[in-house]
């Protein structure tokens, strides 16, 4: 049973990453809501980024690296990484794409613009959008072929790869351009309204406000 500390406010993608795995390992954890770059999470990251944690003492940030530390250290099933060799330099392929490709601009281009500004009372910069669109559309278009029609990213189990991109995809749905793009991507929409059946996926449903 973990005495796992969660630093990070649950509307952040990378936080519900982190939430998932350790509700596919029934495992407990305490939540303290800091945001990105306040002074609580300063002392937590040392970029004062989302999310971080702490188990006895233990302490770690990077979405990635609290992951791995999960699985490894709960290693009740659900195994969240592939023991095949292939399979899981492909999981951590399709991981680094995702956080150099694919979030940031999913972020910059998408989620900040369209959710996050209008939360602020700021109007969209639509140059953003525009200046995004293009590393969006063909990010999306690349994890739409990899996905080849299946059910997971990687193999035939849910994986760490699964877990990294369903958050940001929950957001980008709401958006009027990513539900468009989405639209038009069979295997990655097929794929994302399967992760809408994980329970973890469910439990983990960020409340934004006003949505
Ligand atoms: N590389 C970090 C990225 C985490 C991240 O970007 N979190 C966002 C919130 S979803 C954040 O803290 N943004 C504030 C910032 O970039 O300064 C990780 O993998 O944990």
Not at 25 to 46: F, L, V
Not at 90 to 112: K, T, V, W
Not at 183 to 197: D, K, P
């Amino acid at each position: 049973m973990s005495d796992l500390t969660i630093y990070g406010t649950t509307i952040s993608p990378f936080t519900r990453t982190v939430r998932m795995c350790l509700e596919e390992k029934d495992e407990t954890y305490r939540i303290y809501e800091y945001m990105p770059g306040s002074d609580e999470q300063k002392q937590e990251h040392p970029f004062g980024k989302v999310p971080a944690i702490r188990d006895a003492d233990l302490h770690l940030y990077e979405t990635l690296a609290i992951c791995v530390y999960i699985d490894e250290e709960y290693a009740t099933d659900p195994q969240l990484q592939p023991r095949d060799a292939v399979e899981k330099a492909d999981m951590f392929q399709r991981i680094s794409l995702y956080l150099d490709e694919g979030y940031p601009n999913l972020f910059a281009g998408l989620i900040f613009p369209r959710l996050v500004a209008p939360m602020q009372g700021k109007r969209a910069d639509e140059s953003d959008v525009q200046a995004h669109l293009p590393k969006i559309e063909k990010y999306l278009a690349v994890a739409d072929k990899e996905l080849r029609g299946q059910r997971w990213m990687v193999g035939e189990e849910m994986s760490l790869a699964d877990l990294f991109l369903a958050p940001a995809i929950y957001y980008v749905k709401m958006t009027p351009e990513g539900q468009k793009l989405l639209s038009g991507l069979e295997n990655l929409s097929a794929w994302y309204t399967n992760m809408t059946t994980v329970e973890s996926f469910r439990d983990t449903a960020p409340k934004l406000p006003g949505k």
